[in-house]
């Protein structure tokens, strides 16, 4: 014997969506609106700007297009805030069940009603939710949808300006740093300034040591001692400025000493390197002394 499923009818699932929006323009003002005597339910009353979202379209463009139809603005989508169970006995409980609340935002204020609507109002934030009535069920949940809004708009400011002092102290860290490394390579400037002219005049001796003299031991101590500070030199960034016989003159990096053996029109081309010059990190820390021709 054969068993049957009896077929049942399925259930119609069609739910009808609405959304609203607190619309607030740039001086923080919110956008409310009192219904017409077109309106099935809840005549006279204060509403949000809002409506029906089509099978077609996304949140963001059906409220974009309520907003555009009711009022005239037009609206930037911001943020969903809340999800509306209306009760069962609310008015539009049959046509509507349920409800998205949103936050949008305008640059103009200029509004033009629809059919829908008699008036309009643009009430400061913090003062709004004082224009709806606590004991009507359709204003008290436009009122705790403001109260959500406000509560939303407070905890979005609380984190940019948590955001803003994070940016500011890693900016600030940096700074440190920064200032920490020139303070260091400040001081070490002046520590290499002083070496410099010992350095001088160990180059001065060196130079003129007598051929048959180099492998002395007490002259290989002194050759070995101006190793080492060439490469402290050399280890704190100090580099010598490369100048060759035949190089042109140099303002920035050299200071030209006057021949007076030679006279007449002068090449300013260097015929002889009299002082060495160094750099340390790009700065000049002492230009090469040189005369030119």
């Known amino acids: 014997m054969e068993n049957k499923k009896k077929e049942v009818a399925p259930k119609s699932r069609v739910m009808t969506l609405t959304i609203k929006a607190v619309v607030l323009n740039e001086k923080k003002e919110v956008l409310i609106l009192k219904r017409s005597q077109n309106n099935k339910y809840s005549l006279g009353k204060y509403d949000l700007p809002g409506g029906h979202i089509e099978g077609n379209e996304s949140l963001k463009d059906s409220i974009v297009r309520e907003i555009k139809e009711e009022t005239g603005l037009d609206a930037c989508f911001g943020e969903i805030i809340d999800v509306v169970e209306f009760p069962e006995d609310s008015p539009q409980f049959k046509e509507e069940k349920r409800g998205l609340r949103c936050i949008c935002y305008v640059k103009t204020d200029e509004v033009v009603l629809s059919h829908e609507h008699d008036e309009y ?35 979005k400011e609380s984190v940019d300006r948590w955001k803003r002092t994070t940016a500011d102290f890693e900016n600030y860290k940096k700074r440190q740093l920064e200032e920490r490394k020139e303070m260091i390579a400040f001081s070490n400037l002046n520590l290499m300034s002083e070496i410099i002219p010992v350095l001088d005049n160990f180059h001065a001796s060196t130079e003129h040591i007598p ?27 100090v580099e010598e400025i490369k100048v060759a016989i035949g190089d042109g003159f140099d303002p920035e990096t050299m200071e030209a000493l006057q021949d007076g053996e030679k006279k007449g029109e002068c090449k300013n081309i260097v015929s002889r390197v009299v002082q060495k010059g160094y750099k340390m990190g790009g700065r000049i820390v002492r230009v090469a002394r040189v005369v030119v021709e």
């Open 121 to 155: 109002q643009w009430v400061p934030l913090e003062k709004v939710q004082d224009s709806f009535s606590e004991k009507d069920g359709f204003e008290k949940e436009k009122k705790e949808t403001i109260l959500k809004a406000q509560k939303y708009l407070e905890m």
């Open 211 to 237: 051929a048959d003299q180099k492998e002395n031991a007490w002259v290989v101590g002194i050759m070995y001692i101006q190793k080492q500070l060439e490469k402290v030199m050399e280890d704190n960034g």
